[in-house]
C-alpha cells in the first residue's frame, strides 16, 4: 500500500517538476512570429477603394518640406515638384517603387534565437513610444523617466518570452544634450536586451558616432551589416502629408548606413487626420506609400517597415484614445493594407488611456493587441506597459503585458482540426467503459503544455485558495517580479573590454 502510494506521488512530483521547467521552442503554445490574418474588417473592394485614393492624394495633393536631398532623390526616381513646393508622385512610380521594395525582412537580435522573420501574417510583439514619464505604481504618482529606467525595461523585456523587441518605450529626460541623450539611449538598451531594439536620432548629425558605436558593440563594421540588430524609428512625416525635413535626412543617413528603417506616419484622427477610420487609413497609406518611394529611391530593396499608425482622437475633448475600439479598428485594417501591398508593417496597438495597470488598462490593451495579432500584424508596436495614452511607460505593466501577449498569441494560434485534436478516439475511450472524464488521461496530459497558455502572474486560484494565500494583489506580485528581474545582472551586458572601449570613447551616463 505504501510503495503504491509512494509510486504515485513520485510520478505527480516528476509531471509537476516538468511542467515548471522552461518550455522547448517546440512544445511553446505561443510564440513570435504565429500566423494572424483571420480577421478582415476591410472587404477587398474597401482596400482596392483606399489603395486607389491614396494614390490620388500622391497625385493631386503630394509632399510639403522634403528637403533638398529628398528632392533631389524623388525628381529623379520620377516625382515631380510643383510650383508650390509640393512632390507629387505619380501612380507609376508607386508602383515600380513596390516591385523593388523589400518583401521579407529579418530583424537580427544580438542574439540570433531573437530574430525576427517579417513575411506575410507572422505577428511580433514588442514596446515603442517616447513616454516622458514613469508611472510609479506603490505611491500611484508620475515622474520624469531617466536613462536607467530604460535600461531597466531593456532588462526587463529580455526576461519576457512574449515581448519580442524592444523599440525605445521612453525618453531618458535626465540628459539634457539631444547627442548625448542618442547615443546613451543606444547603450542602455544594448546593455539590457540582446532582442532587436529599435531607436530614433534627433539629428542627422548624431547617426555617424551612433553607427560607430554600434560598429563596436557588434564587433567590427562588417558584422554589423551582416546583423543590424538596431532599426531606425523615422517619423519622416508630419501628417497631413508633409515631409519632416530633418527626420528624412536622419532616414538617408540611416540607409547609407545599413540600418533598417521603420517608416512611421502618426496623424491623429480628427486632428492631423481625417476623423473617420477609413480617412485615416487613407492618409497613412499615402504618406507611407511615399516613404516607400523614398526609400526605394535611395537604394533599392533596403529594409524598410510600412509603419501606419494612425491614432484615435476623443472628440469631445482632443485627448488621444489610444485603448479604443476604433484604434483597435485603425490597426487591424492597416494591418490589412500591409497585405496589400505584401510588404512587412507595423502598427500601435496595446496602449492604454488608464493612468495605471488597472482594469481600464486591462481591457484597453487586451482589445487592440487581440484584433493586432488576428489581422496578422507583422510588428505590433506599443503593446505592452504604455498608459496615460503614451505620456507615461510602467515597468510592473511591461510584466503584466506579457500575461495579456501571451493570450492574444493564443487567439492568434487559432483552432487546429484535424484528426487527433477532434478527439473522437478519445471520446470513445472515456466513454464507452472508461472513467466518464478526461483529467489524467494521456492525451489530455500530452497536450497540456502544447494548447494551453498559462499565466505568469495572473491569479486562477479558487475564493478559499486566494485567502488561504492571504489573497496575493496582482500589482504586488509585478513588482516582486521586477525586482528579481533586476537584482541579477544584465544577461545583454557587454564584454569588460568592449564596454571600456565604449566609456572610452563615448559619455555613457549609466554607472559601469
Known amino acids: 500500500m505504501n510503495a503504491t502510494i509512494s509510486r504515485r506521488s513520485g510520478g505527480r512530483a516528476a509531471r509537476r517538476a516538468s511542467r515548471a521547467a522552461p518550455l522547448t521552442q517546440e512544445i511553446r503554445p505561443v510564440r513570435a512570429g504565429l500566423e494572424g490574418g483571420t480577421y478582415k474588417p476591410l472587404s477587398d473592394r474597401d482596400m482596392q477603394r483606399i489603395h486607389e485614393t491614396a494614390l490620388d492624394a500622391m497625385e493631386q495633393i503630394g509632399f510639403a518640406d522634403a528637403p533638398q536631398s529628398g528632392i ?36 537580427p537580435g544580438r542574439d540570433p534565437q531573437y530574430d525576427l522573420q517579417l513575411n506575410g501574417h507572422r505577428v511580433h510583439y514588442g514596446t515603442a513610444g517616447a513616454a516622458v514619464h514613469m508611472v510609479d505604481v506603490d505611491g500611484r504618482n508620475y515622474r520624469d523617466s531617466t536613462l536607467q529606467d530604460l535600461h531597466d525595461a531593456a532588462r526587463i523585456t529580455q526576461q519576457l518570452d512574449n515581448i519580442h523587441f524592444l ?14 541623450m542618442d547615443l546613451n539611449t543606444i547603450y542602455a538598451c544594448c546593455a539590457g536586451t540582446t532582442k ?76 492631423t487626420a481625417p476623423s473617420t477610420i477609413a480617412g485615416a487609413i487613407v492618409q497613412a497609406v499615402a504618406e507611407c506609400l511615399a516613404g516607400i518611394v523614398y526609400v526605394n529611391a535611395i537604394k533599392p530593396g533596403h529594409p524598410a517597415i510600412f509603419g501606419t499608425w494612425p491614432f484615435g482622437l476623443d472628440l469631445r475633448t482632443g ?15 492597416c494591418a490589412q493594407m500591409h497585405k496589400f501591398y505584401g510588404i512587412p508593417g507595423g502598427a500601435a496597438a496595446g496602449i492604454a488611456d488608464s493612468k495605471l495597470p488597472d482594469m481600464q488598462a486591462g481591457w484597453e490593451q487586451m482589445c487592440s493587441n487581440v484584433m493586432a495579432g488576428l489581422s496578422g500584424l507583422n510588428m505590433v508596436y506599443e503593446a505592452a506597459g504604455m498608459h496615460a495614452s503614451l505620456l507615461g511607460f510602467c515597468h510592473e505593466s511591461l510584466i503584466l503585458g506579457d500575461d495579456i501577449i501571451g493570450q492574444a498569441l493564443r487567439c492568434v494560434r487559432g ?98
Open 167 to 180: 523599440q525605445r518605450p521612453m525618453v531618458a529626460r535626465d540628459i539634457l544634450d539631444n547627442k548625448e
Open 319 to 333: 485627448a488621444m484614445t489610444g485603448g479604443s475600439g476604433e484604434q483597435a479598428l485603425l490597426t487591424a485594417g
Open 415 to 512: 483552432i487546429e482540426v484535424d484528426d487527433e485534436t477532434l478527439a473522437l478516439d478519445q471520446m470513445k475511450k472515456v466513454c464507452l467503459g472508461g472513467t466518464g472524464h478526461y483529467l489524467g488521461t494521456g492525451a489530455t496530459l500530452s497536450r497540456m503544455q502544447k494548447d494551453h497558455v498559462y499565466p505568469t502572474l495572473g491569479d486562477r486560484t479558487s475564493p478559499k485558495e486566494w485567502a488561504e494565500l492571504d489573497k496575493p494583489d496582482l500589482i504586488q506580485k509585478a513588482i516582486k517580479r521586477k525586482e528579481e528581474i533586476l537584482t541579477d545582472p544584465s544577461a545583454a551586458r557587454f564584454d569588460p573590454i568592449t564596454d571600456q572601449q565604449i566609456r572610452e570613447r563615448f559619455n555613457i551616463h549609466l554607472p559601469a
Open 72 to 107: 533631389d532623390y524623388l525628381t529623379a526616381a520620377g516625382a515631380v515638384l510643383g510650383d508650390d513646393g509640393r512632390i507629387r508622385i505619380p501612380r507609376a512610380l508607386v508602383e515600380d517603387s513596390l516591385a523593388k521594395a523589400c518583401k521579407d525582412i529579418t530583424l
Open 196 to 271: 532587436h531594439i529599435g531607436t530614433s536620432f534627433t539629428d542627422p548629425s548624431f547617426v555617424p558616432e551612433a553607427l560607430e558605436m554600434l560598429h563596436m558593440i557588434a564587433g567590427g563594421e562588417d558584422k554589423w551589416h551582416e546583423r543590424p540588430f538596431v532599426s531606425n524609428s523615422n517619423c519622416f512625416v508630419v501628417p497631413p502629408m508633409k515631409f519632416a525635413t530633418e527626420s528624412c535626412e536622419v532616414m538617408e543617413a540611416c540607409i547609407q548606413g545599413g540600418m533598417p528603417v521603420l517608416l512611421l506616419s502618426a496623424g491623429m484622427a480628427g486632428a
